[in-house]
C-alpha cells in the first residue's frame, strides 16, 4: 500500500511528528511505501520522492511574510500546487492528516479529493482544532475551560482573543473556522481517529464529523529494558530514596501552580521534577523540590520507574497523555486530574487516582495518604505493571490502522 503522511513540520517538534515518525517506520516495516508532505525546513528528515513542499512559515517574522500571514492561513493554493505534485508523482492509497491547519490548511484535503475521490483521507486528531479555533478548550488568557465553540459559535474565539491574546490574529482563526464549515471541507475525510473518548465526543458536535469518529488511544513503544548502569550518576545521586515525580511541560495550563502550592503542604516528602517550562523558576526555589531538567531515554525511564508515584495535574482537556500511559507501564501509579480524556487511562484506587483538576488541597491529602502508604504504593504498582497490556503496542496500532485504511469494520477498530 501507498501511504502519503501529511503534517506542518517534517522535523522533530512535538507529539504530532513523534507519532508520524513512529507510524512510518512501522509501516515501511510491514513492507508499505511511505512518503511524506509539509513544509520544506533545514532540519526536515523525512520527505517525497517529488521533493515537493510548501514554504516554511514563521507567524512570527516581519516584512513580506507577516503581511501574507493572513491570507496563508485561511486557504492556501500554494499548499494544493505542492500536493498535487506529490499526488501525481507517489499516487498513494491512502493520504494519512495529521496537524495540518494553518502552515498547511486543509485546502489540501480539497486537492486530494479533487485529484482522486477513491483516495482514502485519514485524520488522526492531536487537538481539537477542528471544533476550537485555538485548538485547546480553553482561554489561554484566564485559563476558564471553554466549549463555546463546538457547535459552531466561532466568534467567541474573537471575542475571547483566544490565539496569542490577539484580536487580529483570533479573528483569523474564527475566519478560517467559519470558511471550512461553510465549505463543508470535512465532509472529505473517511475516518477520523480520536485518541480518546472525550475526544470524539467533542469532535462530534461538528455536524461534517458526526458518524466518522473512531477511538484508539495513543500506542506505546516497547520499553528498552534500562538498567542502572545506564543511567549517569548525576541522575542517582540526586535521587532520594523515595520522591513524588512530576515530568513534562513546567506551564500553567499542566497544573503547575496548583501542584507547586501542593507541594508547600508537604514539606516533608520529596518532589522531583524532569522537564522544562514556564514555571521553571518557581520550581528551583521550592525548598523540597529537585529539578533534573529535561530528560528522555533511558534516563527518563530510571526516574519514572523509581519514584512511589507520578502526578499529572493538568487543567486544560488532554486527550490521551503519553506520560500518564508511560507511568504506568513502568509499574508507577498516577495521580491526575479528572479533566479530559485522562480517566479513561486510569483505574481509580487501583493503578492511581484521580482529584478535581486545580484542587491543591484534595492533591496533596490524596499525595500524603499514597505516599506514607508503602503497601498501597506496591500493591499499584503491581496493578500497573499487570494491566500494562491494555495498552496498545506500535505493532497492534498499526495493525488497527491498516483495517481504517482498507475501509474494514471501521466502527470497532
Same mark, same amino acid.
Given at each position: ?5 501529511? =503534517?506542518?513540520?517534517?522535523?522533530? =517538534?512535538?507529539?504530532? @511528528?513523534? %507519532?508520524?515518525?513512529?507510524?512510518? $517506520? ?22 517525497? *520522492? ?10 512570527? &517574522?516581519?516584512?513580506?511574510? /507577516?503581511?501574507? %500571514?493572513?491570507?496563508?492561513?485561511? %486557504? ?24 495540518? =491547519? ?15 475521490? /477513491? ?18 478548550? *480553553? ?36 475566519m478560517e473556522a467559519q470558511l471550512y464549515r461553510r465549505r463543508h471541507t470535512y465532509r472529505q475525510v473517511d475516518t477520523i481517529i480520536c485518541p480518546s473518548n472525550f475526544m470524539k465526543g467533542m469532535l462530534e458536535h461538528h455536524p461534517d464529523l458526526a458518524g466518522r469518529c473512531i477511538v484508539m488511544h495513543n500506542f506505546l513503544e516497547t520499553p528498552s529494558g534500562s538498567k542502572i548502569s545506564s543511567v549517569s550518576d548525576r #541522575? ?12 513534562? *511541560?513546567?506551564?500553567?495550563? /499542566?497544573?503547575?501552580?496548583? +501542584? +507547586?502550592?501542593?507541594?508547600? $503542604?508537604?514539606?516533608? #516528602? ?5 522537564? /522544562? ?6 520550581? =528551583?526555589? +521550592? ?43 513502568? &509499574?508507577?501509579?498516577? #495521580? ?15 493503578? &492511581? ?8 488541597? @484534595? ?15 506496591? *500493591?499499584?504498582? &503491581? ?8 495498552? +496498545? ?11 481504517? %485504511? ?8
Amino acid at each position: 500500500m501507498r501511504i502519503l503522511i501529511v =503534517n506542518k513540520f517534517l522535523y522533530p =517538534n512535538g507529539g504530532s @511528528e513523534t %507519532y508520524i515518525f513512529s507510524l512510518g $517506520k512501522q509501516l515501511e516495516r510491514m513492507g508499505h511505501e511511505v512518503q511524506y508532505f509539509g513544509m520544506e525546513h533545514e532540519g526536515r528528515i523525512v520527505g517525497n *520522492r517529488a521533493g515537493s513542499y510548501t514554504e516554511d512559515m514563521n507567524f512570527h &517574522g516581519s516584512g513580506i511574510q /507577516k503581511l501574507l %500571514y493572513p491570507f496563508q492561513i485561511l %486557504y492556501s493554493r500554494d499548499a494544493r500546487r505542492k500536493i498535487r505534485v506529490v499526488l501525481e508523482d507517489f499516487r498513494p492509497d491512502v493520504v494519512h492528516l495529521n496537524n495540518i =491547519n494553518f502552515q498547511i490548511t486543509p485546502s489540501v484535503i480539497d486537492e486530494i479529493h479533487s485529484f482522486d475521490p /477513491k483516495i482514502r483521507i485519514v485524520y488522526t486528531a492531536h487537538d481539537y482544532q477542528w471544533v476550537c479555533p485555538n485548538h485547546t478548550l *480553553r482561554i489561554p488568557e484566564t485559563g476558564e475551560l471553554c466549549q463555546k465553540c463546538i457547535d459552531g459559535a466561532c466568534q467567541n474565539c474573537r471575542q475571547n482573543r483566544c490565539i496569542h491574546n490577539s484580536r487580529l490574529r483570533s479573528t483569523l482563526g474564527t475566519m478560517e473556522a467559519q470558511l471550512y464549515r461553510r465549505r463543508h471541507t470535512y465532509r472529505q475525510v473517511d475516518t477520523i481517529i480520536c485518541p480518546s473518548n472525550f475526544m470524539k465526543g467533542m469532535l462530534e458536535h461538528h455536524p461534517d464529523l458526526a458518524g466518522r469518529c473512531i477511538v484508539m488511544h495513543n500506542f506505546l513503544e516497547t520499553p528498552s529494558g534500562s538498567k542502572i548502569s545506564s543511567v549517569s550518576d548525576r #541522575i542517582r545521586k540526586k535521587l532520594p530514596e523515595r520522591y513524588v515525580l512530576y515530568f513534562g *511541560r513546567f506551564d500553567e495550563e /499542566k497544573g503547575m501552580k496548583t +501542584l +507547586l502550592a501542593c507541594a508547600g $503542604k508537604l514539606s516533608g #516528602i520529596p518532589f522531583v521534577f524532569a522537564g /522544562k517550562g514556564q514555571e521553571e523558576a518557581a520550581v =528551583n526555589t +521550592l525548598p523540597n523540590g529537585i529539578n533534573l531538567g529535561f530528560l528522555r531515554g533511558d534516563e527518563l525511564t530510571y526516574v519514572i520507574s523509581h519514584a512511589e508515584v507520578s502526578v499529572y495535574p493538568s487543567e486544560w482537556y488532554e486527550n490521551c497523555p503519553f506520560s500518564v500511559m508511560e507511568s504506568q507501564m513502568y &509499574g508507577t501509579p498516577v #495521580i491526575a486530574s479528572d479533566i479530559g480524556g485522562i480517566p479513561e487511562l486510569i483505574e481509580d484506587g487501583r493503578t &492511581g487516582f484521580l482529584f478535581k483538576a486545580g484542587d491543591a488541597e @484534595e492533591l496533596a491529602q490524596t499525595i500524603d495518604k499514597v505516599f506514607h502508604d508503602e503497601a498501597m504504593c506496591c *500493591r499499584m504498582s &503491581g496493578e500497573c505493571l499487570q494491566q500494562a497490556g491494555r495498552f +496498545l503496542s506500535l505493532e497492534d496500532y498499526t495493525a488497527r490502522l491498516m483495517r481504517i %485504511y482498507q475501509g474494514v469494520d471501521e466502527k470497532h477498530a
